[in-house]
């Protein structure tokens, strides 16, 4: 029988309960064997990270966010000394590596609406099924359009994960931070205690600060 693994990939900038509810979703609804948690590589070069979490802050708050859960793992599969991993990269490697296994590569609405900027869309298409959530209170019909487009497009299969609008992101929980505002239940507590121990996103650039 073959098996059915989730990809939650991310900048997990912090990782925050939209994520873990998107994790979980996938796994129940699809049946999957579990799921990756995958956090990016952060070139320094590519992105301002001034205020930001570091690589290893952002992966020890993986770590702590997805402990108590069995079927969530996390993997470095996308961290290297030397930064960035392209999707189709990743998954090129997963399948050789594991060609017994196919691959559920979850995301929201805003990725999929971006997707096909992405490096490669025609073959990511081809190495995993996309899983993708309602975000940003898009409209459902929206969303569904996206995807019978991308289906059609490029021989894909994106499915829609049955999940509310979650209405929270990374960016909103680092200016509360920065603002000194709770981010209770939004974030696991050992992640927030993990954020106040190490003093992260108390100094966002201001630019950085704005709402969005
Ligand atoms: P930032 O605000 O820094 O962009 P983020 O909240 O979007 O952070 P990412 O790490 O960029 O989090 O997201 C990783 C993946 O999870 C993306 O595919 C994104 O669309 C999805 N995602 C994050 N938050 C939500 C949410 N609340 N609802 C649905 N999808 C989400
Ligand atoms: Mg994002």
């Not at 770590?63 to 290297?80: D, G, K, V």
């Not at 196919?102 to 025609?122: R, V």
């Not at 190495?127 to 497009?153: F, G, S, T, Y």
Request: proline share 5%; glycine share 4%; net charge negative.
């Amino acid at each position: 029988m073959r098996k059915r693994v989730g990809i939650m990939g991310g900048t997990f900038d912090p990782i925050h309960i939209g994520h873990l509810i998107l994790g979980e979703s996938a796994y129940q609804q699809f049946e999957l064997h579990k799921v990756l948690f995958m956090p990016s590589g952060n070139p320094p070069h590519k992105k301002n990270r001034e205020g930001r979490a570091s690589n290893e802050e952002r992966i020890e708050m993986v770590r702590r966010a997805i402990a108590s859960n069995q079927h969530f793992e996390l993997s470095l599969e996308e961290m290297h000394e030397q930064g960035y991993n392209y999707t189709r990269e990743t998954l090129e490697r997963l399948t050789m590596l594991y060609p017994d296994t196919d691959y559920y590569f979850i995301m929201g609405a805003d990725s999929l609406l971006n997707f096909e900027t992405w490096k490669d869309p025609q073959e990511i298409c081809r190495l995993c099924v996309i899983v993708a959530a309602v975000r940003d209170c898009m409209p459902m019909h929206q969303l569904d359009e996206q995807i019978a487009r991308l289906n059609e497009k490029y021989c894909a299969d994106i499915r829609k994960l049955e999940t509310p609008n979650l209405d929270i992101s990374s960016h909103v929980i680092r200016n509360w931070v920065a603002e000194g505002k709770s981010c209770r239940y939004y974030v696991p507590k050992d992640v927030l205690a993990y954020i106040e121990e190490r003093k992260i996103y108390r100094n966002l650039p201001p630019d950085m600060c704005e709402s969005e």
